[in-house]
């Protein structure tokens, strides 16, 4: 991440915990006159906790497409910029992954709503399909669990990290949101089961 940015400790000291995907953060308290920006994390996953078996006892991807609510008011010429930072970590485990540092105008982004111009407005934006293990080296298909013996069963706690700088055209005004949602990855290696039927084709004369 760059510099401004904040490691993953200390936003995850700044943040109450978001017990779902629904949850939505306030960038601060402002009176009707001053710049104030809300986000909400709509879908942040596809699915908050997913479960899946395997005969082979491995993952192939484990994958997020976010969807997230952006709103602001009271910026004096409109946005410069929305810039978004997404980062993915192991719960209990030092460091993150940077899954996506850029703007709404970036590959793999798709926005709906309101222009970047408007004094008050609000955007959807969608992400393209990420597979957080192909990342980089913190979060990878081995932290959730390889080589499982049959009737094994590892869940496996991720939490995506998320930050929103809303910047204005004047005097470069911004207006920053937080966020952390965790997730759930189970995975089962089912025991094999086999049976077996047949007949005797007995017979007298």
Request: aromatic residues 4%; hydrophobic residues 40%; without cysteine.
């Amino acid at each position: 991440m760059t510099e401004a940015t904040p490691s993953r400790r200390t936003v995850l000291k700044s943040l109450a915990a978001i017990t779902g995907a629904g949850g939505t953060i306030v960038g601060g308290s402002y009176v009707a006159s001053q710049p104030s920006v809300a986000v909400e994390t709509e879908d942040v996953l596809e699915a908050s906790d997913v479960r899946t078996e395997r005969n082979d006892g491995e993952l192939d991807a484990v994958a997020v497409a976010p969807e997230l609510a952006v709103e602001w008011s009271d910026f004096g010429g409109g946005l410069d910029r929305i810039g978004i930072t997404l980062g993915a970590a192991i719960d209990g485990e030092s460091g993150y992954d940077l899954l996506f540092d850029g703007t709404t105008e970036a590959d793999g982004v798709t926005a709906e709503g309101d222009n970047l111009d408007a004094v008050d407005g609000a955007l959807t934006l969608s992400f393209e399909r990420i597979d957080i293990t192909t990342v980089g080296d913190t979060v990878t298909e081995a932290d959730f669990g390889a080589d499982l013996i049959p009737g094994e069963v590892v869940t496996t706690t991720v939490e995506l990290t998320l930050r929103v700088d809303v910047v204005g055209t004047q005097n470069a005004e911004t207006q920053t949101a937080f966020e952390t949602v965790p997730f759930d990855v189970t995975l089962r290696n089912p025991e094999g089961e086999a049976t077996a039927s047949g007949s005797a084709n007995t017979d007298v004369e």
